[in-house]
């Protein structure tokens, strides 16, 4: 299994333990509240979205991945979505060393 579908599947997981924020507003707000630790933002979301995001996430000092699009993104947690946030710092640590 490559690290694309294993990091898939750990969004997945993280998802159903209930350690994902999904969603424009709510990310900021778990931005803001220095709640994200790790930000998935599809590589084919709008413009606006990306500007709001990445503007954010680096004044609170985030980290921003773009290795899934919206499809890969809605499919891994079954729900559509553009931005997700990771607010757990096992979970975020073993996405990370996937996508090395």
């Known amino acids: ?4 579908k294993q990091l898939s599947n750990l969004l ?7 350690k994902l924020i999904s ?5 900021v707000n778990a931005i803001q509240s ?8 599809a590589n084919d979301a ?3 979205l990306v500007k709001k995001i990445n503007d954010k996430s680096h004044y609170y000092n985030v980290e921003v991945s773009t290795v899934f699009s919206t499809l890969e993104l809605s499919a891994a947690i079954g729900k559509p979505r553009k931005v997700i946030a990771v607010c757990d710092a096992g979970f975020s640590k073993k996405m990370r060393t996937l996508m090395r």
Request: proline share 0%; charged share 15%; aromatic share 4%.
């Open 34 to 41: 220095q709640k994200a630790i790790l930000i998935f933002l």
């Open 12 to 18: 997945g997981l993280a998802q159903r333990a209930g």
């Open 1 to 4: 299994m490559n690290n694309s």
């Open 23 to 27: 969603g424009e507003e709510l990310v």
């Open 46 to 48: 709008g413009t606006n």
